[in-house]
């Protein structure tokens, strides 16, 4: 398979328990949020995203939160599910740029 | 719906050889992009284009070159591949710059 989580910060949970998958990022100016998941030999996949004008928004089973004082986004999933060992991805965009800028990555593993 | 399409899946090269990587989308979406992805080093953005004739440069166009003739189609050329270009290709499109891109399944290719 794919070997995009090599090197990249793991998180290991329990299946049942719920996530949280952290991102920091570095531009103050960015209006807008995004997050992915990309399972081992497939493209990202959206999840949810969130603009700057607000601090929480939820979907099935995920929140984002942003906080802009800090630069921090996180992503919260609850209920964890061996289907969401993946690795996830952030993704900033600017309000000067068209094209979102991606992190690096949190590799994520549900143990049954 | 197909969605984005990306051909081939998999591509072994000679160093100095040429070839395209074609991407297509269905979804009549203005902004289309290629990233390369690397272990541990997330998505880097090769070029993009937010219209038919209308391409600019990423982080990392250096040895790439792309055209946009259509809203469909926006191919990526390796003018002369070089090891260093081993790598995950990902094809993107999305409706505008704040919204969600929808990512192709990706080309693997190897330049030995």
């Known amino acids: 398979g794919e070997s995009v989580g090599l090197h990249l910060p793991t998180l290991s949970v329990q299946e049942g328990d719920n996530s949280i998958i952290n991102c920091a990022y570095s531009?103050?100016?960015?209006?807008?949020f995004i997050w992915y998941k990309q399972e081992s030999g497939k493209g990202p996949q959206f999840i949810i995203d969130?603009?700057?004008?607000?601090d929480k928004r939820q979907g099935q089973r995920v929140t984002v939160l942003l906080n802009k004082t800090v630069k921090h986004l996180s992503l919260q999933i609850a209920a964890t599910q061996p289907g969401d060992s993946a690795v996830y991805f952030c993704a900033e965009k600017s309000g000067g740029s068209y094209i979102p800028t991606f992190g690096r990555g949190t590799s994520l593993i549900v143990h049954p | 719906n197909a969605g984005v399409t990306q051909t081939p899946k998999f591509q072994v090269l000679k160093t100095g050889q040429s070839m395209t990587l074609q991407c297509a989308q269905d979804?009549?979406?203005?902004?289309m992009s290629w990233y390369r992805q690397d272990p541990g080093m997330g998505l880097r953005l090769i070029h993009y284009s937010v219209g038919a004739g209308i391409t600019d440069q990423g982080e990392v166009p250096n040895g790439y070159n792309v055209s946009r003739s259509t809203t469909e189609d926006f191919p990526l050329r390796l003018l002369s591949a070089a090891p260093s270009q081993t790598s995950v290709y990902f094809c993107?499109?999305?409706?505008?710059?704040?919204?969600?891109?929808?990512f192709g399944p990706g080309t693997r290719l190897t330049v030995t």
């Open positions: 993107a499109s999305s409706y505008g710059h704040r919204r969600e891109q929808y």
């Open positions: 531009n103050s100016a960015s209006d807008y």
């Open positions: 969130i603009r700057s004008n607000m």
């Open positions: 979804m009549n979406h203005e902004y």
